[in-house]
C-alpha cells in the first residue's frame, strides 16, 4: 500500500504570494538595518563616522539618491550639515538654513516628521540649496533628531531611485535612526566635554612641571605641537594624534617626582643625580598607565627617551621597538631644547638645531621620526618656501608600531 500525501490545509492560512514575498524581504532588510545601526551606536566612538555610515546603510535601504544630517547651531537660529552623502556633498560643507524656513527647518521648529513627495507643491521646500548645490530636489522625507525632549538637529532622506514617493513604512524605519543617531550626537558631545575636561587638566599639571624650571615654560605645550606635526605627516589617525597629544603634553609629568634639587640644578650633574633624573619617563608611565585614557599615552611617556642606536634608557630599546610616537617626542623633546635657553646653553637657531637632528639621524633619533617632523615644521613655519625639503621616501606608521 503506497504512502498517502496528506493535501489537508489550514483554511486561515493566507496563501504566499509575490507581494507578500517582497514585503517579508523588505522586512527584513530594514530590521537588519535597524540591527546593525544599532550596533554601531556602540562601536563606533567618533560620531561622524557613525553618521556618514548610518546615511549610507540608511539610503541604500530605502533607495534613496541623497540623506544627510542637519545639526542646530549652539545659537538656535541656523542648521549646518554635519554630514552627508550624495553628489552634492561637497558644496553642503559651507551651507547654513535659517531653522525659520525650508522643509528641515520646519521639521526643527515643530518637532514633527514631514513626507514631502513633490517639492514643487509644499510653499516650505527652499529652492536655494539646490541652486547652490546642483542637486535637483523631488521629495523628502525628515525627521527630528530628539535628545532629552529638545531637537537638536534633522535627519533627511531624498529622492527615492526609481522616482517613487516616500512612505509611512519608509517613516517608520527612519524615525528609530534618527533617535539612535540623536542618542551618538549628545553622547559624542558629552563625551568631547569629559575629554575637554581632562585635557585642560592635564595641561595644567604639564605647566605646573613646566613652571618649576624658569628655563622650561611652555615647553611640554611646544613638544606637543612639534610631534602632532610629524605625527599629521605620518597619516596619523585621529586616535592616534590624540595618543600622541596627551603623551607629548605629559611627557615630563614624572619630573613631579624628582626632587628640586637635581631637577633645577644649575651646571652640570653627577653620575647619581642623572641616574636619578633618568627615572622621571617611569616615574610619569606609573603615573598614566592607571588612568584608561591615557594608558596608551604612558607607553609613549615611558620611552620617549629611548635611543634608536639602542644606548638610550629606560629600557635600551632600539630602532622599530621604540613606539613611532615615543620617536617623534624625542625629535620634538630635542628641538626644543635646542631652540630655547637652558642654563646649560645658550639657545641656537631653527636652522641649527635641524642641522644637528639631521647629524644625529640613525644614531639618536629614529630617521622616519626626523624626516618627518622636519618636513611638517618646515610646512608650517615657511607655509610659501619653495626649498622645503620633504622627507625621504617616509613610511607611514601607526602609534602601535
Not at 522586512?27 to 538595518?33: A, S
Not at 548610518?54 to 549646518?80: K, P
Not at 614624572?254 to 640644578?265: M, Q
Not at 644625529?360 to 615644521?377: D, L, M, N, T
Request: proline share 3%; charged share 25%; hydrophobic share 40%.
Amino acid at each position: 500500500m503506497g504512502t498517502v500525501l496528506d493535501e489537508t490545509r489550514d483554511e486561515n492560512k493566507v496563501p504566499e504570494t509575490r507581494e507578500t514575498t517582497i514585503e517579508t524581504e523588505e522586512y527584513k532588510k530594514r530590521l537588519d538595518l535597524l540591527y546593525r545601526v544599532g550596533k554601531k551606536v556602540g562601536s563606533v566612538a567618533e560620531v561622524s563616522n557613525l553618521l556618514d555610515q548610518v546615511l549610507r546603510m540608511t539610503q541604500r535601504t530605502l533607495r534613496a539618491l541623497a540623506s544627510s544630517v542637519l545639526l542646530i547651531d549652539e545659537g538656535g537660529g541656523e542648521l549646518y550639515f554635519r554630514v552627508a552623502e550624495g553628489k552634492a556633498t561637497n558644496e553642503l560643507g559651507e551651507v547654513r538654513l535659517s531653522v525659520n524656513s525650508g522643509i528641515a527647518g520646519w521639521v526643527a521648529r515643530h518637532g514633527r516628521p514631514a513626507i514631502v513627495n513633490d517639492v514643487t507643491k509644499d510653499p516650505r521646500f527652499n529652492k536655494e540649496i539646490d541652486r547652490t548645490t546642483g542637486f535637483v530636489t523631488t521629495s523628502v522625507l525628515a525627521v527630528p533628531l530628539v535628545s532629552r525632549r529638545q531637537v537638536i538637529g534633522v535627519l533627511e532622506i531624498l529622492n527615492k531611485v526609481d522616482e517613487s514617493g516616500f512612505n509611512d513604512q519608509d517613516l517608520e524605519v527612519l524615525i528609530p535612526l534618527a533617535s539612535m543617531a540623536a542618542v551618538a550626537i549628545s553622547n559624542a558631545k558629552l563625551h568631547q566635554a569629559v575629554l575637554d575636561g581632562y585635557k585642560n587638566t592635564i595641561k595644567a599639571l604639564a605647566a605646573a612641571i613646566d613652571a618649576r624650571d624658569p628655563y622650561t615654560c611652555g615647553h611640554s605645550q611646544r613638544v606637543t605641537k612639534y610631534a602632532l606635526l610629524g605625527g599629521t605627516l605620518l597619516v596619523f589617525s585621529g586616535e592616534e594624534l590624540e595618543v600622541l597629544e596627551y603623551a607629548g603634553i605629559l611627557h615630563d609629568i614624572g619630573k613631579i617626582g624628582i626632587a628640586d634639587s637635581v631637577l633645577t640644578k644649575r651646571g652640570a650633574l653627577t653620575h647619581e643625580e642623572k641616574d636619578i633624573m633618568r627615572m622621571h619617563p617611569v616615574i610619569g608611565a606609573n603615573m598614566l598607565k592607571e588612568i584608561p585614557f591615557l594608558e596608551k599615552a604612558s607607553r609613549l611617556v615611558l620611552h620617549h627617551h629611548e635611543r634608536y642606536d639602542g644606548k638610550g634608557y629606560p629600557d635600551g630599546l632600539k630602532g622599530e621597538e621604540i613606539p613611532i610616537g615615543a620617536r617623534l617626542i624625542a625629535v620634538a623633546d630635542a628641538f626644543d631644547t635646542m631652540t630655547t635657553d637652558r642654563s646649560y646653553q645658550a639657545v641656537l637657531s631653527a636652522d641649527y638645531a635641524i642641522s644637528e637632528l639631521y647629524t644625529f639621524s640613525g644614531a639618536q633619533f629614529c630617521p622616519i621620526a626626523v624626516e618627518a617632523f622636519i618636513s611638517g615644521f618646515q610646512r608650517w613655519h615657511y607655509p610659501n618656501s619653495q626649498m622645503l625639503r620633504g622627507p625621504s621616501p617616509v613610511q607611514f606608521c601607526s602609534l602601535s608600531d
